[in-house]
């Protein structure tokens, strides 16, 4: 091979390289720097897909033995293993009290086959209703009774006499509330997503 083929061949390599290269940085260039700006500067997009308010970080709740509105106890180990949807309600339930659990029923209801990775958590007074109506209604339901056992975890509850639905992880996390005024729909998207994306409970 003359000098001048070689010298042409070396060039030819060196132009693919450099344009392999500059494929490659077209790619990972964008991402790198998402990257850096999310983890190194703690910058986040403006437009969020969740619907209800994440807690930041997540808190941990205390794993208790509650009373139950039946006279039982549950598990010390009730708020792991499964997704909750967490109602507090002190006082009467009223219009907005059963609306919020035939809310969250409906959404368990929707989520179809992936219902039994759900329940329902109603913390309340004792005298706050018709107990066994409420069960009629509501037989997948776990209704807790307040009190001491449970202060624990209401102290942890960001506005818990607000009305809001708190959602808790599998792992007994609150990582995430919803406003009174939170849309079924908002939760059900949330949850679906959230059930998709999750390889626990």
């Known amino acids: 091979m003359s000098e001048l083929a070689g010298r042409e061949l070396r ?17 990972f260039a964008p991402l790198a720097v998402s990257f850096l700006l999310y983890y190194g500067h703690g910058w986040h997009p403006g437009g969020h897909v969740n619907q209800g308010e994440l807690v930041q970080p997540a ?14 106890e549950t598990d010390a180990q009730v708020l792991r293993h499964k997704w909750t ?6 006082g009467p339930c009223a219009d ?13 209801t929707a989520l179809d086959r992936e219902m039994n990775r759900v329940q329902r958590m109603f913390i309340a007074d004792a005298n706050c209703c018709d107990m066994q109506k409420l069960r009629e209604i509501h037989p997948d339901l776990i209704v807790v009774r307040a009190g001491p056992p449970v202060a ?19 792992l007994g996390n609150l990582m995430m509330f919803y406003e009174p005024d939170a849309k079924p729909k908002g939760m059900l998207e949330d949850m679906k997503r959230l059930l998709q994306l999750s390889q626990i409970g």
Do not use: W
């Not at 059963?98 to 368990?108: I, W």
């Not at 624990?152 to 599998?170: E, F, M």
């Open 11 to 27: 060039d030819d390599q060196r132009r693919q390289r450099r344009l392999l290269i500059g494929v490659a940085l077209m790619f």
């Open 59 to 72: 808190q941990p709740l205390p794993l208790e033995v509650m009373p139950t509105a039946s006279g039982g």
């Open 85 to 90: 949807m967490l109602y507090v309600q002190r």
């Open 96 to 108: 907005k009290c059963l609306r919020h659990l035939y809310d969250t029923r409906q959404v368990r």
């Open 152 to 170: 624990p975890l209401l102290a942890l509850l960001p506005g818990a006499n607000s009305d809001r639905i708190y959602l808790v992880d599998p």
